[in-house]
Structures are given as structure tokens and as C-alpha cells.
């Protein structure tokens, strides 16, 4: 499914990947292999799972990235660093807890509803 939105959770351990439109919405869940735990101050997230999650972004033109802790940030300066394409398309980084794919779902829509009325294409939503 090719959409103009995504919607990214992730965490160190697993990333749920939403892309939605006006009526539909696909979910893939991508686990991470690493059994390390962050270091303090150091970006140690799993490369091969950034890598997973971003080409499961292929090709959409915004991207919020959501989650709990660091791994949104790491995620995001990994794709700056590697995937130029899907650092260009995360429009946002925000803190979550917790919520279900559909609340996050929900949430994207609100959010890309906003954004795209300052300044993007209101019609892909």
C-alpha cells in the first residue's frame, strides 16, 4: 500500500508502522534483533532495524515518528544519516506512551489534518 501518510511507533525493542488514507490503513510490526539496552548519551540504536522500519517507509511523503523514549530520536538521526528520502518525509517527532494502532492512527490523522492545512496538500488526507 503506497500513502501519502505514515505513522511510526518505535521503541528499542519493536516499531509498529501505520500507513494510512482518507479510508484505509495498513500495520506492520518490525522487530528489533538487538538484545542490548541503550547506552546513556550514545545513538545505539540496532541499524538493521532502522533500516527494516525505514524501508517499510518507502516511498511515503510524511512520516510522524512516535514513542516513549530516545529511539524516535535515534531513528530519525539514522535516517539523516542513511535514508535521506525518509528524513526528508518525517515531519514531525513526538512523545507518546503507549497507544493502540488504531488511537494511533487516530492521532496521525488529527495531526496531518492540521498539517496539511498550513501549507500541504489537504486532498491526500
Not at 11 to 37: G, Y
Not at 66 to 82: L, M, N, S, V
Not at 84 to 91: D, G, L, N, Y
Request: proline share 3%; charged share 25%.
Amino acid at each position: 500500500m503506497t500513502t501519502f501518510h505514515a505513522v511510526v511507533w518505535l521503541d528499542h525493542s519493536e516499531a509498529h508502522v501505520l500507513m494510512f488514507d482518507r479510508e484505509h490503513a495498513e500495520s506492520q510490526r518490525i522487530k528489533s534483533r538487538s538484545h542490548h539496552t541503550p547506552k546513556h548519551g550514545h545513538v545505539s540504536g540496532d541499524k538493521d532495524f532502522f533500516a527494516a522500519v525505514a524501508k517499510a517507509l518507502d516511498g511515503v511523503h510524511e512520516v510522524l515518528v512516535t514513542g516513549p523514549a530516545k529511539a524516535k530520536i535515534e531513528f530519525q538521526d539514522y535516517c539523516k544519516q542513511h535514508e535521506a528520502a525518509v528524513a526528508e518525509a518525517i515531519v514531525d517527532v513526538v512523545n507518546t506512551d503507549h497507544p493502540s494502532d488504531k488511537q494511533l492512527v487516530a492521532m496521525a490523522r488529527q495531526y496531518f489534518a492540521k498539517h496539511d492545512a498550513m501549507g500541504a496538500d489537504p486532498t491526500q488526507l
